[in-house]
């Protein structure tokens, strides 16, 4: 028998009181940024980048792996926000950014509240903003791309290619790594291709229509140069929570060269993993599937995964959870993935309380490895590998709609 449909009251009030928590974020995390100052902030970087853009100026700095990390087009998207005062650039951004975040999972359940038959909003409202708490604070453009993969998910769940195309081509403008969801999307749509090269061709041919061509052509040849100084950051002694950081939490450390050749070689196997989890099932699956396996190989590869980079992985991951709820029989993986979503979302407060643990007892030895803060995020990020490999060994997924 059919689950009942939510009465359009319990529909309201749930969807009432998700808008509420996103509401309740941001004038929170805004608040919070002024009474702080905003010390915890990446805004000088995108601010800085951009005003140097309106100058003439060199927008990428050789003399560290930190910085401008971004495409040039990156500059010029953010010049709007640059020319404002600084308290401004730094409230506006994050309030765009989490009501970009906040549309985006609006859209995302609208059709997984008709897989569950249950409003899903409120629930992935409250998980995804335990894991864009940290990032947002950063005003990090992570949220920005956990943002835009939702809206790829829905967009090509409906067909909407061009609008697909676009989420995608801005997501690289605005980030490197939406690259590996973008190779992604092309091997498995042949419907996006042409788009996926239309509008990408238009973001990265937009700075020059913004500054001399000769300027825009120096500021891209000056952005591979950073690019090969920052995809090394264990050079510098700076790890991060990917597979390696996962790794030196118990002392094993892989020379660069193999750690690009795991890389280079696993990177055909994700996308045969996905091809495979694909073969037999239905377009919302088929989307998830595809943001889950590339933001699962982007958190373990990426050597610039940080805590904040999660909050991109928490929309597939939340939006499996919301398809297990409404399985028959309910799923009990759902309580699973919730847990990996806060996970998450705390990982450096949880590895740090378990590091000063251990520190106080002076015969642990994993109180002598400097790098414990980086392994929880990696880890989770393994388990739920292991889930999507499971799922794709799954005949038919178990749903209340085929």
Same mark, same amino acid.
Not at 250 to 265: A, D, P
Not at 338 to 352: L, Q, R
């Given at each position: 028998?059919?689950?009942?449909?939510?009465?359009?009251?319990?529909?309201?009030?749930?969807?009432?009181?998700?808008?509420?928590?996103?509401?309740?974020?941001?004038?929170?995390?805004?608040?919070?940024?002024?009474?702080?100052?905003?010390?915890?902030?990446?805004?000088?970087?995108?601010?800085?980048?951009?005003?140097?853009?309106?100058?003439?100026?060199?927008?990428?700095?050789?003399?560290?792996?930190?910085?401008?990390?971004?495409?040039?087009?990156?500059?010029?998207?953010?010049?709007?926000?640059?020319?404002?005062?600084?308290?401004?650039?730094?409230? +506006?951004?994050?309030?765009?950014?989490?009501?970009?975040?906040?549309?985006?999972?609006?859209?995302?359940?609208?059709?997984?509240?008709?897989?569950?038959?249950?409003?899903?909003?409120?629930?992935?409202?409250?998980?995804?903003?335990?894991?864009?708490?940290?990032?947002?604070?950063?005003?990090?453009?992570?949220?920005?791309?956990?943002?835009?993969?939702?809206?790829?998910?829905?967009?090509?769940?409906?067909?909407?290619?061009?609008?697909?195309?676009?989420?995608?081509?801005?997501?690289?403008?605005?980030?490197?790594?939406?690259?590996?969801?973008?190779?992604?999307?092309?091997?498995?749509?042949?419907?996006?291709?042409?788009?996926?090269?239309?509008?990408?061709?238009?973001?990265?041919?937009?700075?020059?229509?913004?500054?001399?061509?000769?300027?825009?052509?120096?500021?891209?040849?000056?952005?591979?140069?950073?690019?090969? +100084?920052?995809?090394?950051?264990?050079?510098?002694?700076?790890?991060?929570?990917?597979?390696?950081?996962?790794?030196?939490?118990?002392?094993?450390?892989?020379?660069?060269?193999?750690?690009?050749?795991?890389?280079?070689?696993?990177?055909?196997?994700?996308?045969?993993?996905?091809?495979?989890?694909?073969?037999?099932?239905?377009?919302?699956?088929?989307?998830?599937?595809?943001?889950?396996?590339?933001?699962?190989?982007?958190?373990?590869?990426?050597?610039?995964?940080?805590?904040?980079?999660?909050?991109?992985?928490?929309?597939?991951?939340?939006? +499996?959870?919301?398809?297990?709820?409404?399985?028959?029989?309910?799923?009990?993986?759902?309580?699973?993935?919730?847990?990996?979503?806060?996970?998450?979302?705390?990982?450096?407060?949880?590895?740090?309380?378990?590091?000063?643990?251990?520190?106080?007892?002076?015969?642990?030895?994993?109180?002598?490895?400097?790098?414990?803060?980086?392994?929880?995020?990696?880890?989770?990020?393994?388990?739920?590998?292991?889930?999507?490999?499971?799922?794709?060994?799954?005949?038919?997924?178990?749903?209340?709609?085929?």
């Amino acid at each position: 028998m059919e689950t009942e449909t939510p009465s359009p009251q319990t529909k309201n009030w749930s969807d009432i009181i998700g808008w509420a928590f996103w509401a309740f974020f941001v004038i929170g995390l805004c608040g919070y940024g002024v009474s702080s100052g905003f010390e915890q902030s990446v805004v000088q970087a995108y601010r800085g980048a951009s005003l140097s853009w309106l100058a003439g100026d060199p927008i990428y700095h050789l003399g560290s792996i930190h910085g401008f990390l971004y495409f040039p087009v990156a500059a010029v998207l953010g010049i709007p926000l640059a020319v404002l005062p600084q308290l401004g650039n730094d409230i +506006l951004l994050r309030a765009l950014l989490i009501a970009w975040l906040a549309w985006s999972v609006w859209r995302i359940s609208q059709p997984l509240s008709v897989y569950a038959q249950k409003r899903a909003f409120l629930p992935i409202s409250t998980l995804v903003i335990i894991a864009a708490i940290g990032p947002a604070m950063a005003a990090q453009m992570n949220v920005g791309l956990a943002a835009a993969s939702a809206l790829i998910i829905a967009d090509l769940y409906e067909k909407r290619w061009n609008r697909a195309a676009f989420w995608l081509a801005l997501g690289l403008g605005l980030k490197p790594q939406m690259i590996v969801l973008l190779l992604l999307v092309g091997a498995l749509y042949p419907s996006m291709r042409k788009r996926l090269v239309l509008g990408v061709s238009a973001f990265m041919l937009l700075p020059f229509a913004c500054q001399s061509w000769s300027y825009v052509i120096e500021q891209h040849a000056l952005f591979i140069d950073k690019t090969k +100084l920052s995809a090394n950051p264990m050079e510098a002694e700076t790890r991060n929570n990917n597979l390696e950081g996962l790794l030196n939490s118990v002392g094993i450390y892989l020379h660069s060269t193999f750690s690009w050749i795991l890389k280079v070689v696993l990177a055909p196997l994700t996308l045969t993993a996905l091809l495979w989890a694909t073969r037999h099932t239905d377009a919302l699956r088929r989307a998830i599937y595809t943001a889950a396996w590339g933001a699962t190989y982007l958190m373990l590869f990426n050597p610039r995964s940080e805590g904040g980079s999660y909050v991109i992985i928490a929309i597939p991951t939340t939006a +499996l959870m919301a398809l297990a709820a409404g399985a028959i029989p309910p799923r009990k993986e759902r309580w699973l993935l919730a847990f990996m979503v806060i996970g998450w979302g705390f990982s450096y407060s949880i590895s740090d309380y378990l590091y000063r643990f251990f520190q106080t007892l002076r015969s642990a030895e994993i109180a002598k490895i400097d790098t414990f803060q980086f392994w929880l995020s990696p880890l989770l990020c393994l388990i739920f590998c292991a889930y999507l490999i499971v799922l794709g060994f799954r005949k038919k997924p178990v749903s209340t709609q085929n």
